[in-house]
């Protein structure tokens, strides 16, 4: 039986949840370590580690470089391991002046200048986007990691429709209106960016009717370009298929909903300098 590790930094701890969700490896693989659920004092040695959440304490500088070496694989899993995440919010100016400030700052692990992704610290050898990745795409890391063909595209997998003659002229809310079930969600006015964003997630958000956020980063087409290129190809379509003003589509870009995945991405590991890292 072979045993694996989760190695949890700074995050939510919703890509450990997501794994709990999936039951398919209890039989097969030994979970050895993950403080959501385990109680261990160090990482032994293990053929898989898991390295979820960001780099942003020293604690987690420690406990990761410590961690590796006892890894046959080591794969960033989620969003906040390969490129920031929520954990990424705190490299913005204001939220950094905030919690780098002294005042009330107790027995607390001493912050770094900014949130790293792991890849910037350790070698990895794979990654497994989303946040949080869902439990099928768990399943397929340790049981197929070799043989896994996803989608090039969120919108690959969504199965809307598209309408040329619907053209919006403004953005819808998320909370207005209902969601007409078969229609792409760009004719119906809402700011989804699924068309570019990296697919193997089944879309269960834009099936249901939520936009696309872009959780699983850029598509192959864009994750080796610089962040100006997946802005650019999403204001593209926007231009294409809507007649929405610019300055919208702009200011919806740059909004708190969107500019958690969009931005962090300025600093994505993977693009240029790890070109051989397996992203799943």
């Known amino acids: 039986m072979q045993q694996f590790a989760v190695l949890q930094l ?5 890509c450990e949840v997501s794994l709990l969700n999936a039951e398919e490896w209890l039989e097969e693989y030994e979970l050895v370590y993950m403080p959501l659920v385990i109680s261990a004092n160090s990482i032994p040695d293990v053929d898989i580690l898991l390295v979820s959440g960001g780099v942003r304490t ?4 420690y406990r990761l470089r410590r961690a590796v070496p006892h890894a046959g694989k080591v794969v960033a899993v989620g969003t906040c391991a390969i490129s920031g995440g929520v954990a990424n919010l705190g490299n913005r100016d204001e939220v950094h002046e905030l919690f780098l400030a002294e005042e009330g700052r107790r027995h607390l692990p001493r912050l770094l200048p900014e949130c790293r992704p792991i890849a910037e610290v350790v070698p990895i050898q794979q990654t497994l986007p989303g946040c949080p990745p869902t439990p099928e795409l768990f399943v397929k890391l340790l049981f197929h990691p070799s043989d896994l063909h ?3 595209t969120v919108c690959q997998e969504c199965g809307r429709k598209k309408h040329k003659k619907m053209r919006p002229h403004h953005l819808s809310g998320l909370l207005r209106g209902a969601v007409r079930p078969d229609i792409c969600l760009i004719n119906q006015g809402y700011l989804c960016i699924g068309i570019s964003t990296r697919g193997g997630c089944h879309a269960p958000c834009t099936r249901a009717g939520q936009p696309c956020v872009g959780c699983r980063g850029p598509s192959d087409a ?5 962040l100006e290129s997946w802005l650019n190809a999403i204001r593209k379509i926007f231009s294409k298929m809507t007649d929405v003003p610019p300055d919208e589509i702009e200011a919806a870009l740059r909004s708190p909903q969107l500019s958690l995945f969009l931005f ?3 600093h994505d590991a993977l693009t240029g300098a790890y070109p051989d890292v397996e992203v799943l």
């Open 150 to 152: 996803i989608a090039k």
């Open 58 to 61: 020293d604690e987690d500088l």
């Open 264 to 266: 962090q991405f300025s």
């Open 10 to 14: 700074t995050g939510c701890a919703g």
């Open 222 to 226: 864009f994750i080796h370009k610089e």
